[in-house]
């Protein structure tokens, strides 16, 4: 019994593992994800990805979420992963998949390009985890967004509401406001 439970329980780490390279996961996420060895991964990533893993570090700042266009697409993101969160008793990585998964409807729908990937969204949960990054209430529009902990929320202005002047009142981010709009009033 103790068997057939382990072989059950790789298959669903090897599926996992299969579902985040086909996201273009890097292969430190299956690490850490999965208990499946190095060398197995490296194998499965090699067969599924039909290429070597790109190697160099994760990236480790929260710099990149503070940038305009990458916080509103990682709000997006965490939005939609507060909300399965909220509503479904997922496995923490499953929750990433699936959030992630709807992210990327949501920005094809747009007709979009994802900014955000998976590897980046897998962090971005992690920094939330351990109390770098947070979600924080506009305080013109009342979405949340990703700030860090420290923001004071009477003050806090969203990204969509007071955009760079560079960039003006785009479509992007009208498209990415209705996006975001969408994506949790539907939920
Ligand atoms: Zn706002």
């Known amino acids: 019994?103790?068997?057939?439970?382990s072989i059950l329980t790789e298959a669903k780490q090897i599926e996992r593992a299969v579902t985040l390279i086909n996201?273009?996961?890097r292969l430190q996420v299956l690490e850490s994800e999965t208990d499946?060895?190095?060398?197995?991964?490296?194998?499965?990533?090699?067969?599924?990805?039909?290429?070597s893993p790109s190697k160099g570090?994760?990236?480790?700042?929260?710099?990149?979420?503070m940038t305009w266009q990458p916080n509103i697409h990682a709000s997006l993101f965490l939005n939609i992963h507060e909300y399965l969160n909220k509503v479904s008793a997922l496995d923490e990585i499953?929750?990433?998949?699936?959030?992630?998964?709807?992210?990327?409807?949501?920005?094809?729908?747009?007709?979009?390009?994802?900014?955000?990937?998976?590897?980046?969204?897998?962090?971005l949960v992690k920094f939330v985890d351990n109390g770098m990054l947070t979600m924080t209430a506009c305080s013109k529009c009342g979405g949340h967004y990703v700030t860090h902990p420290h923001e004071i929320a009477r003050h806090y202005v969203c990204g969509l509401c007071n955009p760079p002047a560079r960039a003006g009142k785009g479509k992007l981010a009208g498209a990415l406001g209705s996006a975001l709009g969408s994506a949790v009033a539907e939920h």
């Open 57 to 65: 570090q994760l990236p480790f700042s929260t710099d990149w979420f």
């Open 1 to 5: 019994m103790a068997r057939t439970k």
């Open 94 to 123: 499953d929750a990433v998949i699936k959030a992630y998964q709807l992210y990327v409807e949501q920005m094809q729908a747009q007709g979009l390009e994802p900014l955000l990937s998976v590897t980046r969204a897998w962090r």
């Open 23 to 25: 996201l273009g996961a």
């Open 36 to 51: 499946l060895s190095y060398e197995r991964l490296l194998r499965l990533y090699k067969e599924v990805a039909g290429k």
